[in-house]
């Protein structure tokens, strides 16, 4: 027996990267799971994978930003399965405009680009929260794991990437807000904040697989001395997600 067996999970950007890690976490421990994502074809490969573990799986193409789509995906995981007993609040981005200039002036960003990072990093969370939480204090129970950064906490300052740090130091005190009023139903939120990864958004981030020696020097002021990777953030996720944890909210969790 997994440790999340007969859970239903919903794992937003689940299709590549930190989602894909954690949704593949999460079947192995025996959880079925949603991917909501807007790249269906990727979320596919993901889907095979779980397939193969022998668990179900549903994609549902999602853009978090909005607020019809996420109701839509949320209602289409409980015809499905019938319940949701975790929200993984994954889908994220770096709006593209100065994606191979990461040393571009805070201020040189533009207001579409600030929108698209705030909307997809924090309104998208609040969005599946919105929808998932309600179903949740109905079953009297349920986790909520909400994927920040480094890059929100006091750690690690980043001039040029201020709308993302201020975006997901947004998910940490939202994270923080619901936990404190969730609690009484059985439900706990906590939230991830990974360091240095090698995902593609951070490749694009550094300008491409041609500046993975500065991405390996940048991992040297880790603690560790390495980046983290995918499967290291399931198996947190995996560990927030359990029974293991509940008696874990409000926590805010660094790794790598």
Not at 77 to 92: P, R, S
Not at 197 to 213: C, F, H, P, R, Y
Request: glycine share 8%; aromatic share 6%; net charge neutral.
């Amino acid at each position: 027996m997994g440790r999340l067996e007969n859970k239903i999970a919903i794992v937003t950007g689940g299709a590549k990267g930190i989602g894909r890690g954690i949704a593949l976490s999460f079947a192995k421990e025996g959880a079925d799971v949603t991917i909501a994502d807007i790249n269906i074809e990727l979320a596919e490969n993901t889907a095979e994978e779980i397939r193969a573990l022998g668990r179900q799986v549903m994609i549902v193409k999602t853009d978090v930003r909005k607020e019809k789509e996420v109701n839509e995906m949320v209602r289409k995981t409980l015809e499905k399965f019938g319940k949701i007993d975790i929200l993984v609040n994954n889908a994220g981005t770096i709006a593209p405009s100065h994606i191979d200039n990461v040393h571009a002036s805070a201020l040189e960003w533009k207001e579409d680009e600030w929108d698209v990072t705030l909307d997809t990093n924090l309104k998208g969370t609040f969005f599946c929260c919105k929808f998932v939480i309600p179903l949740m204090k109905k079953q009297k129970s349920g986790k909520i794991v909400n994927i920040s950064s480094s890059a929100g906490r006091r750690r690690r300052r980043s001039g040029s990437l201020a709308h993302y740090a201020a975006s997901k130091a947004a998910v940490i005190n939202y994270t923080e807000s619901i936990a404190a009023v969730l609690g009484e139903y059985g439900i706990t939120a906590n939230a991830i904040c990974p360091y240095f990864i090698w995902t593609d958004l951070w490749k694009a981030g550094v300008g491409g697989e041609q500046n993975k020696v500065r991405f390996d020097k940048i991992v040297q002021s880790s603690l560790l001395k390495r980046a983290t990777t995918p499967e290291n953030i399931g198996a947190l996720a995996v560990f927030l997600a359990s029974e293991d944890a509940d008696d874990i909210t409000a926590q805010v969790i660094d790794i790598g």
